[in-house]
């Protein structure tokens, strides 16, 4: 049963509301804070093995059921909406608008894989019937499905507190394929993770689900997220966060004993190739429209258009003068967290040490984010590898390049990425096939004429990309074909139809 109190700080472990470990204070950009309890080992542990527990049941539920649950959790998230609204405002310093728009695009997920688990052609099912007569040896009869693969961890991520959080696109993929979650709660929004989670607590309840089908720990240190990933049942990982903490908890999966697959969404710079033509017919205008997918949401988004390149000269320079004038009139804006704008304001920092600045310096006010904007020649871009590396906010580097070679070698400079996006007309497309193989190796998402923020939640959706974008190049963590991450295929020999899965005896 879920508490009486709105908020109570604690984990959700096998159906409780748990009251252990140390406590911390949650630091929100406006209202009151919220004392939380900080699990670790001994509460991973707990809600993993009730995970192992539940997956026995849950693991062999059928589709219907499964889908009828992910419907629950949408309409008990969309019961708090107000709640989440505004403790999740308060607590990262986004608009209410947008966690509104969130908050639809969560909801929608758990919708979407409810239908997509019905129509049932994520299962992949095949069948070679047996040959006895086959000479010189006889066929057995096989079956293959994919199955789920157990209990699965999830890390909330720190920009999106709603749609890649407690019942993001990773939680939600999870349990449509019939994977118990562990969830390890982020501490910069822990009022809003917890509210989602009495919304799956709800859900669960609803439908008969086992308690163990969803486990919440909330923690502000590195050992709940080490547990987590070491723990042995744990049997794949969603991460959306920074590069070193991927990095970190990705090296962990791969020295376990048994390793794991960790799907790490970590970051990218994704570039922007603005082609002669597009310079000549919309220079300014397309300048312009870059500044505001730039500063979109303080420019804390992974598809952050981080990176310009786009020839010198004059048309070159009505791009980049009408992007500073934009930029300039961009005040300063709240970020997510105190830790984000500090790291954010160093990454600034180390920049202006090999590029030009063409925004002025000024110092923005305690957690938040000002513009900034960079020039660099293609030639110094080359020289300075340390200028790919992501700025997480609103802040970008144009890269001025002397000719069509220098552009593609400026191309290949790339390491992988989540977009890369070309801006061209018409008169642009053999200049523009030139760059194509190069551009579809470096990213999961190629766009022509848009920009990358705002990622459609689709069946042909890609988000994810070689790495370090993502530490698995094939897989996604938005659409449909994210629920593959957390499957795998067996294969029945001359099974008999009553032990088969339900879903293969009709095959």
């Not at 989602?196 to 309840?205: L, R």
């Not at 590195?222 to 042995?232: D, F, M, R, S």
């Not at 593609?408 to 061209?424: C, R």
């Not at 990213?443 to 994810?464: I, Q, Y």
Request: overall charge negative.
């Amino acid at each position: 049963m879920l508490d009486s109190t709105p908020l109570t700080g604690k984990h959700l472990i096998a159906g409780d509301w748990v009251d252990s470990g140390a406590t911390f204070t949650s630091d929100p950009v406006k209202g009151d804070a919220l004392a939380v309890r900080s699990g670790g080992a001994a509460e991973i542990d707990a809600a993993v093995k009730a995970a192992e527990e539940a997956f026995a049941t849950y693991g062999w539920t059928d589709r219907e059921t499964r889908a009828t649950f992910l419907e629950a959790i949408a309409d008990e998230i969309e019961a708090r909406g107000d709640a989440l609204t505004a403790h999740g405002s308060a607590e990262t310093g986004l608009p209410e608008a947008r966690l509104e728009g969130e908050r639809g695009r969560t909801t929608g997920q758990l919708r979407m894989f409810a239908e997509h688990i019905r129509k049932g052609d994520y299962l992949d099912r095949r069948h070679d019937a047996a040959l006895p007569d086959r000479k010189p040896l006889p066929r057995p009869d096989l079956r293959m499905i994919q199955r789920p693969l157990g209990p699965v961890g999830v890390f909330g991520a720190s920009n999106f507190p709603l749609a890649f959080s407690t019942a993001g696109g990773d939680t939600a993929a999870a349990l449509a394929a019939g994977c118990p979650v562990v969830y390890k709660g982020h501490p910069g929004h822990p009022a809003t993770g917890e509210l989602v989670a009495q919304a799956i607590a709800a859900a669960i309840e609803k439908t008969g689900m086992p308690t163990g089908t969803f486990g919440f720990v909330q923690s502000n240190t590195n050992e709940a997220g080490e547990a987590l990933v070491t723990h042995p049942l744990i049997r794949a990982v969603g991460f959306t966060g920074s590069f070193r903490g991927g990095k970190a908890l990705f090296d962990l999966a791969m020295s376990r004993p048994e390793p794991i697959p960790f799907y790490g969404e970590l970051g990218s710079v994704n570039p922007v190739f603005v082609m002669p033509g597009a310079l000549k017919a919309r220079g300014a205008d397309t300048g312009t429209a870059w500044a505001g997918s730039l500063t979109m949401g303080v420019g804390q988004f992974c598809t952050n258009p981080g990176v310009v390149v786009l020839p010198q000269g004059t048309e070159g320079d009505a791009f980049r003068d009408a992007a500073v004038k934009a930029l300039t009139e961009t005040g300063a804006q709240s970020m997510l967290t105190a830790g984000t704008a500090k790291g954010y304001a160093a990454a600034v920092a180390n920049t202006a040490k090999s590029a030009r600045r063409l925004t002025e310096a000024a110092e923005a006010p305690d957690r938040c984010g000002l513009p900034a904007i960079f020039e660099v020649s293609g030639a110094d871009w080359l020289a300075n590898p340390e200028l790919a590396e992501e700025m997480f906010g609103p802040a970008a580097i144009l890269v001025r390049t002397a000719s069509p070679d220098e552009t593609l070698e400026i191309a290949k400079s790339f390491d992988g990425q989540l977009t890369v996006t070309l801006q061209m007309e018409d008169e642009d497309t053999d200049a523009a096939r030139a760059l194509m193989p190069v551009l579809e190796r470096m990213a999961g998402r190629v766009l022509a004429n848009g920009f990358p923020t705002g990622v459609e939640v689709a069946d042909a959706m890609v988000h994810g990309g070689p790495f370090p974008a993502s530490t698995n190049f094939g897989a996604t963590s938005v659409g449909s074909l994210g629920i593959r991450r957390f499957l795998r295929p067996v294969s029945f020999q001359n099974m008999p139809d009553a032990l088969l899965p339900a879903d293969l005896r009709d095959v």
